[in-house]
């Protein structure tokens, strides 16, 4: 018959969706029973009775302790964590709460990212949400440059979020089918957000853990540039996130765009890719100009050892639907632009997986900083 080590060891592998770590390291697993027939059980605390992943659990767990030899069956059951135990969790992970289950359907979260401004991040992270729900896949995009909010424009997304009876905040249908949420659909017009670093997280943890994303393929995070709290927040919150950086072909671009890199690789977020935008404009006699310059981002990519996804040309109409709210993938996809924006959004997805991360190798389960790196506390 197994033992229970030989048990734990094999349930080291089941990851938590959200939290992005074995339920053994989070004290999740709260009994082991085997029978002399062979028969094992194993009950699992859940952070809350409404859990969405418990079915993964139930398979993750069975699928695991079956490969034991001399294991006949594996019943699986569950319950709650006690507040106590929650509490003593919360202060384990650095967090002043648990998630609830809202992203434990997501398969995967790119943070879209320039480092500086005006590099067209948000035109891109737009149009690939567009490009990728084309495609066939479920996609949400979260507005998270708070200050400078425009994704709901770009995507033709528009009215006031509702509440859901479980008290969700249901995201807003923009484009072919794209969820979106921003801070742009609680304000007044166009006021000026002006927050410090405390609501900024705040607000940023309710979009995360108290709108109902449901089961998304991607999600797709539109950061604000720089390297500041709503990316930090975001490194803590989402360990298992991986950053997307957006440049222009311009050394100036790139430089800025490294230093996000760096950002990233200091909390362990994993770099998917890099995409230069507005690398040329072709006129309509097919003369082409390189007005902020040419390589800028195959360097980038060069320099960080990732794929350079995607190169995006200068044009018109990719402003133009932008303001209009009619993603040019969409409007009209056999425009370069648009063509470059689709093989982005392919090139995204073979650069991704595409299964839910409830069950790894027992290598990658015990890999230190599984769950990103603690943020250091400023003075």
Known sequence: MPTDQQIIEK???????????SIVELEMVRSIDVSPEGEVEVVVSLTTPGCPIRNHFQQAVTERVSELEGVSRVNVAFDVLSPDEKQGLQAK????????????????VICVASGK?????????????????????????LDADV?????????????????????????????????????????????????????????????????????????LIDLPPGTGDVSMTLAQLLPQARILLVTTPQPAAQKVAHRAAEMARKFDLEIAGVVENMSGFTTPQGERFTIFGE????????????????????????????DEGRPLVV?????PAAQALQHLARGLVAAT???????????LAAAPGMGGKQLPVIQ
């Open 11 to 21: 349930l080291r592998a089941v990851i938590d969706p959200e939290l992005r770590r």
């Open 147 to 219: 200050w400078g909010y425009s994704i709901p424009r770009m995507l033709g997304g528009g009215g006031k979020p509702k509440v859901s009876e479980q008290r969700k905040i249901l995201p807003i249908e923009a484009a072919g089918g794209v969820k979106v949420m921003s801070i742009g659909f609680f304000v007044e017009g166009d006021a000026a957000v002006v927050w410090r670093g405390p609501m900024l997280h705040k607000a940023i943890q309710q979009f995360l853990e108290d709108v109902e994303w449901g089961a998304l393929d991607y999600l």
């Open 93 to 108: 992970l650095g967090r002043n709460r648990l998630p609830e289950g809202a992203l434990a359907k997501v398969k995967n």
């Open 117 to 141: 401004g005006g590099v067209g991040k948000s035109t891109v992270t737009a149009n690939l949400a567009a490009a990728l729900a084309m495609e066939g896949y479920q996609v949400a995009a």
């Open 295 to 322: 390589g800028g981002g195959q360097l980038l990519a060069d320099d960080l050892d990732v794929p350079l996804l995607g190169k995006v040309p200068l044009e018109e109409d990719l402003r133009r639907c932008a």
């Open 353 to 363: 997986p595409q299964a839910l991360p409830v069950v790894q190798t027992p290598a």
């Open 331 to 335: 409007e009209d996809p056999d425009t």
